[in-house]
């Protein structure tokens, strides 16, 4: 089985708690169909183990067959510096259908993010080589796809249904 | 299947209709064969997509990446337009999987290649080779792990 190569560290984001007994990695793409739906029952599974997961997001944009994966993966990364990442994070994937240049400002309007400060963040050459950085990061780890998961470090074979049925069991 | 040490066999294949490539042209360049089964089915496009999204980490070791498949050269042309694929994909069409066998790595039962990745040094020889699952896409570590060992110096 593949292994996470890249342990978490300070430049992942991460919801629930810090010491959390299970550590879940998504690699995502923003404009992927498999991750828009996975997105709702990441948070089914969120909700269901309040306490047991920390989930940590990375990105794994496919910017060939999503053109706006990319910018997206920036856009998250920019309202990180406002302290926002997961309501960006949240916003895109509730609002998958439809991603343009002027779909992120209007979502970053709506999170209440700092519009001048969000539009010099995005140019930044440190966000775009963090995605970049996310991306080789899950190639090492044997990414072959999205969205790809790994619980405690080690690569899960399946999807994120599968996941809520593994901890359920569990 | 060809394994670390052996010589890669050389090809002369169609990329495109009326383009053929073969493997002496790309001496002193590292190569990645990529054989897999057919075009459109639903994993290999979703590797060699993969691998599209991944080209500029394949230059940065100096390696080319070719896929190959017993796929004619007009399917491979369709598929490849489909994907908006910016890399070769070779006919190993007639006479029919003569490259996969020559590799090791051609499935008689059913007619395809198996899914498999070599990669082969500057020299010609095969640094890496790796036989996958036909239902499973193998991702891209093991191909740029043995691409770093070829060129200890880009780390």
């Known amino acids: 089985m ?3 190569t890249i342990p978490i560290n300070d430049t ?4 629930g708690k810090a010491d959390a007994p299970i550590t879940l990695v998504e690699y995502g793409d923003y404009q992927c169909p498999h991750c828009g739906a996975a997105y709702p029952v990441i948070k089914k599974i969120q909700e269901a183990f309040p306490d047991q997961i920390k989930f940590v997001y990375r990105n794994f ?3 060939e067959s999503h053109p706006m994966a990319f910018a997206c993966a920036v856009a998250t990364e920019a309202a990180a510096l406002q302290g926002k990442f997961w309501e960006m994070h949240d916003i895109i994937f509730e609002n998958q259908r439809g991603l343009s240049n002027e779909a992120l400002f209007r979502m970053a309007e709506k999170i209440r993010l700092d519009i001048e400060q969000f539009s010099n963040d995005i140019q930044k050459d440190t966000l775009s080589d963090k995605v970049e950085a996310d991306f080789e990061s899950g190639i090492r780890s044997g990414v072959n796809g999205t969205p790809s998961f790994f619980v405690n470090g080690t690569k899960f074979d399946g999807g994120a249904e599968d996941l809520f049925g593994m901890f359920r069991e569990n | 299947m060809l394994q670390p040490g052996d010589k890669a066999p050389e ?4 990329a495109t209709p009326d383009q053929r490539f073969s ?3 790309l001496q002193g360049k590292n190569v990645i064969l990529a054989f897999y089964p057919a075009d459109w089915s639903p994993v290999c496009s979703d590797q060699m997509g993969l691998y599209n999204n991944m080209l500029k980490y394949f230059s940065k070791y100096d390696a080319t990446i070719l896929g190959i498949s017993v796929d004619s050269k007009w399917c491979h042309l369709a598929f490849s337009k489909d994907r908006g694929l910016h890399f070769p994909l070779l006919a190993d069409f007639e006479p029919k999987g003569e490259v996969s066998k020559a590799y090791g790595v051609y499935n008689e ?8 990745l070599f990669v082969i040094d500057k020299e010609g020889n095969i640094a890496w080779s790796y036989k996958s699952p036909t239902a499973l896409n193998p991702g891209a570590d093991g191909i740029l792990e043995a691409l770093e060992k070829l060129n200890p110096k880009t780390n």
């Open chain 2, 11 to 14: 090809f002369k294949l169609y």
């Open chain 1, 12 to 15: 992942d984001h991460f919801e």
């Open chain 2, 109 to 116: 039962e059913e007619g395809e290649c198996d899914r498999a």
């Open chain 1, 61 to 63: 944009p496919l910017s």
């Open chain 2, 23 to 25: 493997l002496a042209e």
């Open chain 1, 2 to 4: 593949s292994q996470l």
